[in-house]
């Protein structure tokens, strides 16, 4: 026990280095974005930060901003907004402090940074509730004013959006959700050899979750931040890998544009929220609302100001000259949003993408570099593939399988690969390329969209073609019998049964409609969430009338992931701005959206380990069964399919009329032609005795045609009947076989050993 405990302590330093990363998270409140509200006239800012501490009631700031306007006696009005609520909205008469050195207000170059105490007469403990230092992704934002008092001009407007340090996203769910997609990858090679194996499709299943779990946030609704940030740990499925202003393929993108006509903001150096809507999350409102509206008029002394006590403005201004101001403003990070700005960002795609610093116009060109990467690395990969799996065909030429056929496997295998890349790309492929065309920014953004929606969106559909048309010119059965169709075409129906191979289409083609509505309807919210709502009602309906798989586990997965997406679709119907919900309302819907996705992730998790490891305990537990009876009579259900032993039939194919009747119930209804077989010399019948327990199977000899094979089945036939008319006084009565079997089925059927008599 001590020496567990030593082994323990080993442990603590570790331990500690994680330390800064939860003491980074407590009880704060700071600056994530800073932003004009208006024209910059009297007050130029270049950095503003500051941190709020709940524990000591202090404020640590980093101010550097510069006043170029001579002669303005100004106002302060500081204001603050929590989901909705104005907690804070007071005015400071600037006349006021330091003996009136602020009035008028000096042209001053500002730059300082300090930590001071609260003052006792702004109890911002009271006024800030607990649970914003908890709750992930706050959204609130302080405001500062300045107002001329003698003609009420709004000189200066800033406003800064607060973060507590708590966010759904998280790096560490990037990486877990893109672990677990890695090892469902691995997991669907490794099995994917069989085109019926489950592995390959749950694969499938899980990218099509995460994709769908990232274009939730892609309509025009005013979002929670908190779902807006849950959703972007999704992105990368999307092929939207996190970058920053400064990546080289976002300058490269950037270049490309602006050499092809693009005309488009690129991405931000700085946090995207600064850039979103102001009557989105998380402002809530309109700035111009509040900038004059009801305030209080705070009036304190110079012991009270928030510099301290003894502090003057010597100790953190300087004089400045006009030009120092130009060069402040022109180095500058603080951006001018407005209403009329160009550079605000709308709900939807432009919110999204740029949360993972990504511009609006690059996102097409991010998802299409992304996906010439990803198909760099199948060529090379299958290459590889191809040359090992050419050379062990060629080492293994006595083997009864030949060369060609290997490759044939191989490259329908290959195929199959490719189609499964296909259906991956096809959410993504689908939304960006056609939003592209509505942003009309780069002629070669434009073209390069075309082609590569064209070749995903045509490679499907003839692979879609192929397999209708020969299950319209034969039957659904070739489909699942001729290997060159299954192989290639396996992630398109082998999942489903034979009568419902075309489940894949109504899938798609909801896919489709999601993505034509998601691009070309992104002004209009209301018509999005109704539309893509009904659409996924539909495909619920689907699989509940036509109950596609072939496995009653496999329909109720797909049935509970069709009903996840129906809920939270319901749910976000709750952000359509025209309902007017309120802040806090929104939250709690995102929250809970978030939940119900999560657990579907973690179910998905649990099924693709279970669907990884069962096929081994199957195996092990099939070997190390000792009881033959078992073996003999088989499980009583189909473990495999979870359906009985017994389904009804494919195809309806008319029998023999020979074997077609019904088994006799009495010998005075057997034929004359037939009672010799069924009638004994002492005119005893043999119906209703009992059959052995165990029959044991003599190998028959082989057949090499029909007449051989015919001649050794009436063989047979004399022997039985001879046989039984010899032994009639045997103590061992035989039972005796159905005169259902004709000549012919008494082809396959091997005689029992009390059929033949002992030696």
Not at 304 to 331: E, I
Not at 387 to 397: E, K, Q, Y
Not at 683 to 695: H, Q, Y
Request: proline content about 6%; some cysteine.
């Amino acid at each position: 026990m001590f020496s567990s405990v030593a082994w323990l302590r080993r442990l603590a330093p570790l331990l500690l280095a994680f330390s800064p990363l939860v003491a980074c998270q407590g009880e704060t409140l700071f600056t994530s974005s800073v932003t004009y509200c208006s024209e910059p006239d009297a007050l130029l800012i270049e950095q503003f930060e500051f941190i709020y501490f709940q524990q000591n009631s202090s404020v640590w700031f980093n101010i550097s901003a510069a006043s170029v306007q001579p002669d303005v006696n100004v106002s302060a009005n500081i204001f603050l907004n929590v989901y909705g609520m104005h907690p804070v909205n007071y005015t400071i008469d600037l006349c006021s402090l330091f003996d009136g050195a602020l009035c008028p207000l000096p042209t001053y170059n500002f730059t300082g940074s300090d930590t001071i105490p609260i003052p006792s007469s702004l109890d911002l403990s009271q006024m800030i509730p607990e649970i914003a230092f908890k709750i992930p992704d706050l959204e609130a934002y302080a405001q500062l004013s300045l107002t001329e008092v003698n003609t009420g001009t709004l000189k200066a407007c800033v406003q800064a959006t607060l973060s507590n340090g708590w966010s759904a996203h998280q790096v560490g769910v990037e990486w877990a959700t893109g672990g677990l997609a890695l090892f469902a990858l691995l997991s669907a090679i490794w099995f994917s050899t069989t085109p019926d194996n489950l592995l390959p499709f749950r694969f499938i299943d899980l990218f099509y979750l995460y994709q769908w779990a990232a274009s939730t946030a892609l309509l025009d609704l005013n979002y929670s931040s908190v779902y807006i940030a849950f959703a972007t740990n999704f992105a990368w499925a999307l092929g939207l890998l996190s970058a920053s202003a400064t990546s080289p393929i976002q300058l490269a993108i950037n270049n490309m544009r602006h050499l092809t006509g693009g005309t488009m903001a690129d991405a931000s150096g700085g946090s995207a929220v600064a850039f979103v809507n102001r009557k989105l999350s998380p402002y809530n409102a309109a700035a111009a609302l509040f900038v004059s509206g009801t305030s209080q008029l705070l009036e304190i002394n110079q012991d009270t100001v928030l510099l301290g006590p003894n502090s003057t403005l010597a100790n953190y201004a300087s004089a400045a000259s006009v030009q120092d101001a130009k060069q402040l403003d022109s180095a500058g990070t603080v951006q001018l949003v407005t209403s009329s700005s160009s550079n605000v960002l709308q709900a939807g795609i432009p919110i999204y993408v740029n949360d993972v610093g990504i511009a609006t116009a690059n996102a097409f060109m991010t998802i299409f570099l992304v996906g010439l990467m990803v198909l760099a690395i199948f060529l090379v990969v299958v290459a590889i593939g191809y040359g090992i799996t050419v050379f062990l065909a060629r080492r293994n030429r006595t083997k009864a399988t030949s060369s060609r056929e290997v490759r044939d496997r191989y490259v329908g295998w290959a195929r199959a690969w490719l189609l499964r890349l296909c259906l991956i790309a096809f959410t993504p492929v689908t939304i960006f390329a056609m939003y592209q065309w509505t942003l009309q920014d780069s002629w070669l953004s434009v073209l390069l969209s075309v082609i590569f929606l064209l070749a995903v969106a045509g490679y499907l559909s003839y692979c879609l073609f192929h397999i209708v048309r020969v299950a319209v010119r034969d039957t659904p059965v070739a489909l699942y019998t001729d290997p060159k169709y299954l192989i290639s075409g396996a992630p398109l129906f082998a999942l489903y049964r034979p009568e419902r191979y075309y489940a894949t289409l109504p899938l798609l083609v909801a896919t489709l409609l999601k993505a034509i509505l998601t691009a070309f309807a992104h002004a209009n919210g209301e018509v999005q969430i109704i539309i893509i709502l009904i659409i996924e009602i539909g495909v619920l309906a689907t699989l509940l009338v036509l109950r596609p798989h072939k496995t009653r586990r496999a329909d109720v997965l797909a049935t509970y992931l069709a009903i996840t997406r129906v809920v939270c679709t319901g749910l976000l119907v709750c952000f359509v701005e025209a309902i007017g919900l309120g802040a806090i309302p929104r939250v709690v819907v995102g929250i809970v959206a978030a939940v119900i996705i999560s657990v579907a992730v973690i179910v998905m998790f649990i099924n693709i380990l279970l669907s990884s490891v069962l096929p081994y305990l199957r195996r092990h537990r099939a070997t190390s069964s000792s009881d033959p009876s078992v073996l003999e009579k088989g499980a009583p259900g189909d473990e495999e399919t979870g359906r009985p032993v017994n389904p009804s039939p494919e195809q309806m194919i008319a029998l023999d009329p020979s074997v077609a009747r019904p088994y006799p119930d009495s010998s005075s209804q057997i034929s004359a032609e037939d009672r010799s077989i069924y009638t004994q010399e002492s005119g005893s019948t043999t119906v209703g005795s009992l059959l052995p327990r165990r029959w044991s199977l003599r190998p028959s000899e082989p057949s090499h045609s029909r007449n051989s094979s015919t001649s050794h089945s009436h063989h047979s036939f004399s022997h039985l009947s001879n046989f039984i008319s010899t032994n009639a006084s045997s103590p061992i009565q035989s039972h005796t076989p159905s005169p259902s079997y004709s000549p012919m089925q008494l082809q396959g059927r091997q005689p029992t050993i009390d059929e033949h008599p002992s030696p």
